[in-house]
């Protein structure tokens, strides 16, 4: 267990809490190694979620005290190193849920938008506010909110750097929901999803994660094999006989 992130299980969900409040949970070195060395090691968890601790913010962006006096090949590594962190939490192939239980500008807007779906509580704030600090966003944010709120809404909130709330961020697709509790209704659609066959999830967000930007004709390719796939699992062979046999699907994952 690391000093600013923990993981716990909580019934078939891994909940990875950023927790260093007196600094809004902000992204430093120690605390992205902390959170890459959780992700290096998900054994059996079927979903994750990531959630900010204390009150007030999921993440309040990379830190800036220790980005101040960075020169440029340091900030152009730190950029490369949060990138990488973030990638590899998208590409986990189990689903991925940010509790957004605050604040979440520049790097934790960011960090949101590499899970696959993202709750977000009546108090939360999304906004890539780097412009304001003379810089562009760097962990993916130029990238990842063109592909979640379209090209335009994600150029305007990079020219102006402002705070989106809650209800906005829902209308624009940055946030799928608002929540009174975000956290449990967060662990409460994990649950969901990890009641279902657990590699038919994985294959479902392979096809729509590898296949993203790519021609139509590619994409539809690339679903039938892994459709394909889904019949060499025994949770295909348990799901089809538990709807013929009208009973719930007992699914082992294999
Ligand atoms: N970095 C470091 N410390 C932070 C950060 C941050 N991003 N955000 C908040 N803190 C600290 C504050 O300095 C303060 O510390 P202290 O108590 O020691 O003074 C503490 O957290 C509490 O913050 P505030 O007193 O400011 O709390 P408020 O409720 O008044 O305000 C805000 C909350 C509005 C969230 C305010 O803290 C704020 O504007 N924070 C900065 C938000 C921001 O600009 N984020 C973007 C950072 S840049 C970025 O993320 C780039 C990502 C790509 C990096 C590429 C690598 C090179």
Do not use: W, Y
């Amino acid at each position: 267990m690391g000093e600013f992130v923990r993981a716990e299980r909580r019934g078939s969900v891994l909940l990875v809490t950023i927790d260093r409040p007196k600094a809004l949970n902000a992204l430093n070195r120690l605390v992205l190694d902390e959170l890459s060395a959780i992700l290096d090691e998900i054994d059996d968890a079927r979903a994750l979620v990531l959630t900010g601790g204390g009150e007030k913010a999921f993440v309040a962006g990379a830190d800036i005290a220790a980005m101040a006096d960075l020169d440029a090949l340091t900030a152009h590594g730190f950029a490369a190193f949060g990138q990488s962190v973030l990638d590899k939490l998208e590409a986990l192939p189990i689903p991925t849920i940010a509790a957004v239980n605050g604040f979440a500008l520049g790097g934790g807007c960011e960090l949101a938008m590499a899970c696959d779906l993202t709750l977000a509580s009546k108090t939360a704030v999304f906004g890539q506010p780097e412009v304001k600090l003379g810089v562009i966003p760097g962990f993916g944010g130029t990238q990842r909110l063109v592909r979640r709120v379209g090209s335009q809404r994600a150029r305007e909130l990079c020219f102006t750097g402002r705070n989106v709330k809650v209800d906005e961020a829902v209308q624009i697709g940055l946030a799928l929901r608002a929540c009174d509790d975000v956290v449990a209704e967060a662990l409460a659609l994990a649950e969901q999803i990890a009641a279902n066959g657990p590699v038919a999830v994985q294959l479902c967000k392979r096809a729509i994660l590898d296949n993203d930007g790519q021609p139509l004709s590619a994409a539809l390719i690339s679903e039938r094999q892994l459709f394909g796939l889904c019949f060499a699992t025994q949770d295909q062979k348990e799901g089809m006989a538990a709807f013929l046999g009208k009973r719930k699907a007992a699914f082992s994952g294999k």
